[in-house]
């Protein structure tokens, strides 16, 4: 990062490029390659549990197809992650395509439809939440 930025002739192309690989760099080593599980009660819709899987593959965070949907959105919610939500295939509540995002929050937000920590909702194979792999 520092190189990049030391650089004089460095565009800002680069610079957030460089910023953003030092950021994710900071977890990506420590979150291993598999399936994870997100299973949340949303009041706004009566309580009901909403379930979905996320791969993490090669520092790519996929919230995978078939995984449930929240049909609505939050006033938290970004509007980024709202227009894709908008924009990306979902039948009756159901995800038709992989959806790749930058970090288990987006993928969370993505699927709640509301401002989430994803690091403590999304769960491993033991039901432990991702936020154990980070680095300290």
Known sequence: LL???????????????AIYISCIEDYLPSLPNGIYTLSRKIKRQNNTVFKAKMEVKDGKFIVLKG?????????SLLPSIDVLRNNTPIENGILKEDVVMDSPSACGEFVIGA????WNYW???????INIYRMK
């Open 123 to 129: 769960k491993d194979t033991d039901n432990h939440p």
């Open 115 to 118: 401002a989430c920590n994803g």
């Open 3 to 17: 190189k990049i930025v030391e650089q004089k002739d460095a565009t800002e192309e680069e610079i957030n490029e």
């Open 67 to 75: 995984s449930e949907i929240v049909p609505d959105s939050a006033s």
